[in-house]
């Protein structure tokens, strides 16, 4: 039986708990002088994260996928591209920047608009990048199981850029690989190609491996 991506993610948010914490936010900062324009603030804050930054939490990668096809198509089919937005866990900042997917059919194949979807619902979340690229391979290996997937991110994070070492233009790169791309150098490589990533980094990036730029 397939386990939904769900089973380990925290409930929907809070709103009503969202709308509170914002208001003794604001009240933790201290600032008087923008009262008229903050009065609604703490509605603003509940809603941004409880509908759209955390949105993914009310909604399940594993049913966005489950919708598969026959399909005798044994090529690589390769998604490059798609934005995505996440939240640091570790200081609840976002990141965002752009992923590359692809899989190995091995017949079945999937919407495509449904991996987009399911990148989605798994980034807005509370996430560190290196679990999500692999969070987005080992979605497409339930719902397809191919002959293997890949994931490659690039992403700005909030939390080196605006705070800590402030290192602005700075971007984080993530991989994982399953199955033959996992085994095979050059269907690495192939993919990567392909997704422009050598014309937009001048560097391989390994398997698993996370660099900053």
Not at 18 to 35: H, K, Q, S, V
Not at 81 to 110: E, I, K
Not at 141 to 163: F, I, K, N
């Amino acid at each position: 039986m397939r386990r939904s991506s769900r089973s380990s993610a925290a409930a929907r948010p809070d709103r009503r708990r969202l709308l509170a914490a914002a208001r003794l936010f604001l009240e933790a900062i201290g600032e008087t002088g923008l009262r008229p324009d903050t009065r609604r603030t703490p509605e603003r804050v509940a809603d941004a994260w409880s509908r759209e930054l955390l949105a993914g939490y009310g909604a399940d990668p594993d049913a966005l996928l489950a919708t598969t096809f026959a399909g005798a198509p044994r090529d690589m089919v390769i998604l490059r591209d798609l934005p995505f937005t996440s939240v640091c866990a570790h200081h609840l900042l976002p990141f965002h920047g752009t992923a590359h997917v692809a899989y190995l059919p091995a017949g079945r194949l999937v919407g495509l608009s449904k991996i987009a979807r399911a990148l989605d619902a798994l980034g807005r979340r509370l996430q560190l990048q290196e679990r999500l690229t692999r969070q987005v391979v080992t979605a497409l290996d339930r719902a397809l199981r191919p002959r293997g997937s890949a994931c490659w991110m690039e992403a700005e994070h909030l939390c080196m850029t605006v705070r800590g070492a402030g290192a602005r233009g700075s971007r984080v790169v993530t991989a994982a690989y399953s199955g033959q791309f996992e085994r095979n150098a050059a269907l690495r490589s192939e993919f990567l190609r392909a997704a422009g990533v050598g014309r937009t980094t001048g560097r391989r990036v390994p398997s698993g491996r996370r660099r900053r730029r």
